[in-house]
């Protein structure tokens, strides 16, 4: 008996930086997957997308698909898709990304302040968040990059590393637990390799390594406001200067969106979408 399947094609696709890639199914597979959507959901999006693909596709067109399709099936599993993107859209500054930084702290028990200066042993340095817990602190370091596919490398981890030995041996380390550096985006492998044998912790797109910074995220129900899809961009922009900086913020508020000359119909729409993502339906 014959054997009809079809043979495997080999062909680019080209990255956010430019470059060529060889088109891999089972990568196209995982990033569907934390949408959480079943495993039968997610083959079946990633094989209706690798058959309509063709030499030159661009991952953003591929992303774009794999929403689409993601959408049909779960609103909650498009936000949870999209959030790498959502967490980009707090950009161009990256003082929003700290606000966040500093949410995802205090949804955790932590108490937070931002951009404090903090006299080390020899120098002053500019802490983006500072979290207390149990009588101790924790530094926080954020980079947020303005491009999707930069990776923090090892150069950034030993810089970070080196305000942390200055600031723990300064008059306000004694208290010091531990020094965190978080991004949007994701961690070369030296840089991961570095912050384990050294003790810098990692939050981002592939860090920690059993459970990353996204996992949590969407464990908290912590969605970026950005992460909304009913809202334009420019009353996005509103809610952030008004720090709103997640969805949760919005829990209850109308009156904030009232304020801001919302259409009725339109806040409804709001306010249903926030309370999905809050309550975690799908």
């Not at 108490?111 to 020899?122: A, D, E, R």
Request: proline letters at 3%; aromatic letters at 8%; glycine letters at 6%.
């Amino acid at each position: 008996m014959r054997n009809h399947k079809k043979p495997r094609r080999h062909f680019n696709i080209i990255k956010a930086s430019g470059r060529p890639e060889p088109f891999s199914k089972n990568k196209l597979y995982q990033s569907i997957q934390h949408s959480g959507l079943s495993p039968k959901a997610c083959k079946s999006i990633t094989e209706k997308i690798a058959n309509e693909l063709n030499e030159g596709f661009k991952t953003r067109d591929i992303y774009h698909k794999a929403l689409h399709l993601v959408k049909e099936s779960s609103q909650v599993a498009a936000v949870q898709y999209s959030l790498k993107r959502a967490l980009f859209d707090l950009g161009p500054s990256g003082h929003n990304f700290e606000l966040f930084v500093s949410k995802y702290f205090e949804a955790k028990g932590h108490k937070t302040k931002t951009c404090q200066l903090i006299q080390g042993k020899f120098v002053k340095h500019e802490v983006d968040v500072i979290t207390e817990k149990d009588g101790y602190k924790n530094f926080v370091e954020c980079k947020f990059h303005n491009r999707l596919g930069i990776k923090n490398d090892i150069k950034i981890a030993l810089y970070v590393k080196a305000r942390w030995d200055d600031l723990k041996t300064g008059p306000d380390g004694k208290l010091l637990k531990s020094f965190y550096l978080a991004s949007n985006t994701a961690f070369s492998l030296d840089a991961i390799t570095y912050a384990n044998g050294s003790g810098l912790k990692l939050l981002g797109i592939n860090a920690p390594t059993e459970r990353s910074f996204l996992d949590e995220i969407k464990d908290l129900k912590l969605y970026p406001i950005t992460s909304l899809r009913c809202i334009k961009k420019s009353l996005k922009e509103s809610l952030i200067n008004k720090k709103i900086i997640v969805a949760k913020d919005l829990c209850g508020r109308e009156d904030l969106l009232i304020q801001l000359g919302i259409n009725e119909s339109i806040i409804r729409e709001i306010m249903s979408e926030v309370n999905i993502l809050c309550e975690g339906k799908r």
